[in-house]
């Protein structure tokens, strides 16, 4: 098993910037690919953003190509997402999600790759 404990949402203007964090235990960090993903209702779960195992290969979706950044630090079993120039459209609840797979990126883009989810992060971007 593996718990996920995402942090660092809230609100802020459009244009700023927010730094979400991503705890995980009970497995060895360094041999999970970790993902990003965001939720808003009536949509389906949109991929934003995936990291290999040893922070050496990521993957963005369309949504976060030049304005987020993902990445980790094994030593403190965390990944982040370095969100900039926020805008409305980016307001969703933010969900790190994990799985132990050795897999190229692109594997993780769908909701069915990852075995272990977090309970998500709230972030309001205000017009």
């Known amino acids: 098993q593996v718990q996920l404990v995402e942090s660092g949402g809230g609100l802020v203007q459009a244009g700023g910037s927010l730094r979400l964090s991503c705890v995980a235990s009970?497995?060895?960090?360094?041999?999970?690919?970790m993902g990003w993903f965001r939720h808003t209702p009536g949509k389906e779960r949109e991929f934003v953003s995936v990291i290999n195992w040893s922070g050496h290969s990521t993957y963005y979706g369309d949504s976060a190509k030049g304005r987020f950044t993902i990445f980790r630090d094994n030593a403190i079993n965390t990944v982040f997402l370095q969100m900039s120039n926020l805008k409305p459209e980016d307001t969703a609840v933010y969900y790190c999600?994990?799985?132990?797979?050795?897999?190229?990126?692109?594997?993780?883009?769908?909701?069915?790759?990852?075995?272990?989810w977090g309970q998500g992060t709230q972030v309001t971007v205000s017009s």
């Open positions: 009970g497995r060895t960090f360094s041999r999970l690919a």
């Open positions: 999600a994990a799985d132990p797979r050795a897999a190229s990126t692109t594997d993780f883009v769908g909701i069915n790759g990852y075995e272990y």
